[in-house]
């Protein structure tokens, strides 16, 4: 059973959530405020954390931030009465996984959180195998580790994502708009901007020298190519 942690100040919503989420077979815990939501999404066993962005004591960005920072993966979906196109951008350049804007429907949210739980999901992409090792790079697809010199680095669900992403077609050409929509999804407002924002997250962490790529280089007005082998 997954475990889904509900941050949300506003009772009826919290409640209806909480409800519709446990008609669907998933445990749920709840936090009231931001200090609570970042202590209780900080626990290893929740699978998904769905996060107001208005929140008391510290609002949703700021949570989401200091999750990511603190290395937690678990995949965010924040919402927000909020419909300006900045603050969607925002929330999915600090680690957001998807954005859904109030009011929505219980069923769209359903949709978005199992779409979300489904590219959490171990594949077997004979492409890909289990690990794969480049240099001085190592990617565990199971366990969704990357090692680099031997060591952990933390990246967000985004970054592995893209990685995979990157590795399964590597020696090809991805275009931004392949990005966006098999990365991301078709229904979540990304801009390409974001993709090149994460991309060069993603490289100050797996490359040594982030100006001069060794694994992931710049294809211009196009894309991104991996190019280890």
Known sequence: MKKILIIEDEEPIRTALEDDFRLENYEVITATDGLEGLSKGSEPDIDLIILDIMLPGMDGFEVCKKLRNSGVKTPVIMLTAKGQEIDRVLGLEIGADDYITKPFSPRELQARVKAVLRRMEPETDENLGIIFRSGSLEVDF???????DGREISLTAHEFELLKYLISNRGHVVRRNELLDDVWGKDVFVTPHTIDTHMANLRKKIEND??????????RGIGYKFIGE
């Open 210 to 219: 982030p100006s001069n790529p060794r694994f992931i280089i710049s294809i």
């Open 142 to 148: 199971r366990q969704y580790v990357c090692l680099k």
